[in-house]
């Protein structure tokens, strides 16, 4: 009965290759995210989705491709990995785009650990 | 440009002990500022605060905001290891809808 869930929990894959990482929520929430973790901990939005429609975009490489194919759902390809890309990235939920503090509350899954070699 | 500062950035206290996290923040149009606790894998909320000076509780945690100085406490009494963790504050950023700015996070580390 997980909220928030995301596979794999580790990614560990060589320079050059593609790599998904996907996403599912089972909170009934319209809007999901994608952060990204670095090794100083910062937590940094990447994309949000709102009922399957992109809202942010953040200055990410295009080598970064999300894709919700329906709102449970939010998918993150990578393609060309780089050493750079290796951090923990973090899907997210909220009940609706924010439009009040009520949906401004986050539901974390438990992150995927990405290591580039 | 919004910015959110959290210090300590590391403590170590042993268990019984009160610890006080601060939260600063600077955003043109404040609208909430959120406490995370990450132990390890996904950070899970703590607090939604959006007015001065009401303190939210939560068993041995609480948090106060302060809207005319720009910062937040979050306190928590008599520690125990499983507090141990990397707490996170947050503010929503001003221009946009749907992005949370997070500060860097303060480890706090509970021994026996």
């Known amino acids: 009965d997980t909220a928030v869930s995301q596979t794999p929990k580790y990614l560990v894959t060589q320079m050059g290759n593609d790599k998904s990482i996907k996403c599912e929520q089972n909170l009934g929430h319209d809007t999901m995210y994608w952060y990204k973790q670095d090794s100083k901990k910062f937590l940094k939005i990447m994309f949000s989705?709102?009922?399957?429609?992109?809202?942010i975009n953040e200055t990410v490489p295009n080598r970064f491709s999300p894709k919700s194919p329906d709102k449970a759902h939010l998918n993150l390809h990578i393609n060309s990995l780089e050493l750079g890309d290796s951090a923990v990235y973090f899907c997210?939920?909220?009940?609706?785009?924010?439009?009040?503090?009520?949906?401004?509350?986050?539901?974390f899954g438990s992150g995927t650990q990405l290591s580039v070699l | 440009e919004d910015k959110v500062v959290q210090s300590p950035l590391s403590l170590v206290v042993h268990e019984g002990d009160t610890v006080t996290l601060n939260c600063s923040y600077e955003v043109t149009n404040f609208r909430s500022l959120l406490w995370y606790k990450q132990e390890k894998k996904a950070p899970t909320f703590l607090f939604m605060l959006t007015s001065s000076g009401i303190e939210k509780k939560s068993g041995r945690l609480s948090s106060i905001l302060d809207k005319k100085e720009l910062f937040s406490i979050l306190n928590i009494t008599a520690t125990q290891t499983g507090d141990s963790a990397v707490y996170l504050c947050?503010?929503?950023?001003?221009?946009?809808?749907?992005?949370?700015?997070f500060g860097a996070g303060t480890q706090v580390v509970v021994t026996p």
């Open positions: 989705y709102n009922n399957k429609e992109l809202i």
């Open positions: 947050a503010v929503p950023e001003t221009d946009s809808w749907g992005k949370l700015q």
């Open positions: 997210a939920s909220s009940q609706d785009f924010f439009d009040s503090p009520s949906n401004e509350k986050l539901f």
